[in-house]
């Protein structure tokens, strides 16, 4: 792969900086003002890689979204068995600190643009089924390999756990608390114990 041009770093430095601006305020609490005095750079600049404020909204999510799965995933694949792949990522939700400031960027993307914004709730329906497609994978190798019991439905079950996480963490702002994280972590961990395969 050839080295990135100086015109893709610029660009990549903006998505980064921007990120962390449009994840804190929400889009439309945020103005092109604001990722120039973040990114240090004119609107001349910004328009230079930027068509509009919306196309580097949407990649500042994208951007913002991959970091937050790539936190939350470290390690999965190193670790046997579906039962323990899944209290890792819920783990890694409960205690890890966002690696972008503002919280979880699909809770902050989804509830903005539900009404407001087409594309970019798109992005986060994107996302999300991006998230329910990792768990409902590791659940139906559980099954397959006889770990979970087969009665479990995979999607249901990858949509209470996300559900839940999120809650929690919506809960846990409000609260400016991790009791509530805390107390999601300890029903998860209960749920899985109960869809184990009791072993021979």
Known sequence: MPPETKGQRTRSRIVEQAA???NQRGYEGTSMQDVMDATGLKKGGLYRHFS?????????????????MAGRTRDL?????????????IERFVTMRGPVPGGCPLMNMAIEADDGNPALRALAHEALREWQGRIVAIVR?????????????????ANRIIATLEGALMIS???????????AQDNLSAELDAIATPRQ
Request: charge should be positive.
């Open 173 to 183: 702002r409000l609260e400016r608390s991790r009791e509530a994280l805390a107390d």
């Open 77 to 89: 694949d190193a670790i046997p068995g579906a039962l323990p792949r899944l209290r890792h990522m």
């Open 141 to 157: 190798d559980g099954i397959a390999a006889k770990e979970i019991a087969r009665s479990v439905n995979p999607r249901r079950l």
């Open 52 to 68: 509009s404020k919306e196309q580097l909204a949407g990649e500042a999510f994208r951007y913002a979204w991959t970091e937050a």
């Open 20 to 22: 962390a601006v449009f």
